[in-house]
T-cell receptor
């Protein structure tokens, strides 16, 4: 199975300041079709997960442009340009390149 | 609007069975893979199973293989998860999620809580 490792596991951030979460996979996430199926999910307290970013850097429908994704191969990053109060929650990277799909441990974003 | 509504969760004893349902609306159900993902209390997300559009192909996590069965009824826009021989470590919120076109699991339901306890 592909192991997804996120850092940090906790990220206290000041409102209006940027935040960054890293995700590393134990093997390349490049699929045989040439795509890299690395996604980012947000889970607000008491809510189900919500897709933010798919295929490394594509924002999903309705996702604010302060969220951006980057990376390639085995190293990926989610950035929030200016953190807002509604961004509090846990962020997961996940790979859909091969089964079983796997998730990072989650990074808890909280406001300082 | 895409909606996924799980039902069928509850409290069962070890060794018992339970069937979860997920009713879908707002999209062409028969065109999408469907997934089940679970989350134990206070823990992270764990993918459980997926089913292709016509139900002809299914995949399972090793931890549930041989005990859980995923199925779907495209006429009813519903995906199911039959869970047999339940164990305490199956206790979790079970989410159904839509498989997108290149987007992985793109829409998620609110989840159904399954508690396995003697």
């Amino acid at each position: 199975d592909i192991v997804m490792t996120q850092t940090p596991l906790s990220s206290p951030v000041t409102l209006g300041q940027p935040a960054s979460i890293s995700c590393r996979s134990s093997q390349s996430l490049v699929h045989s079709d040439g795509n890299t199926y690395l996604n980012w999910l947000q889970q607000r307290p008491g809510q189900p997960p919500r897709l933010l970013i798919y295929k490394i850097s594509n924002r999903f429908s309705g996702v604010p442009d302060r969220f951006s994704g980057s990376g390639a191969g085995t190293d990926f990053t989610l950035k929030i340009s200016r953190v807002e109060a509604e961004d509090v929650g846990v962020y997961y990277c996940t790979q859909a390149t091969q089964f079983p799909y796997t998730f990072g441990q989650g990074t808890k974003l909280e406001i300082k | 609007e895409v909606q996924l509504v799980e039902s069928g969760g509850g409290l069962v004893q070890p060794g018992e069975s339970l069937r979860l349902s997920c009713a879908a609306s707002g999209f062409t159900f028969s065109s999408h893979w469907m997934h089940w993902v679970r989350q134990a209390p206070g823990k992270g997300l764990v993918w459980v199973s997926r089913i292709e559009t016509d139900g002809s192909s299914t995949t399972y996590a090793d931890s549930v293989k041989g005990r859980f069965t995923i199925s779907r009824d495209n006429a009813k826009n519903t995906v199911y998860l039959q869970m047999n021989s339940l164990r305490a470590d199956d206790t979790a919120v079970y989410y159904c999620a839509r498989g997108g076109f290149g987007t992985g699991t793109d829409y998620w339901g609110q989840g159904a809580l399954v508690t396995v306890r003697s």
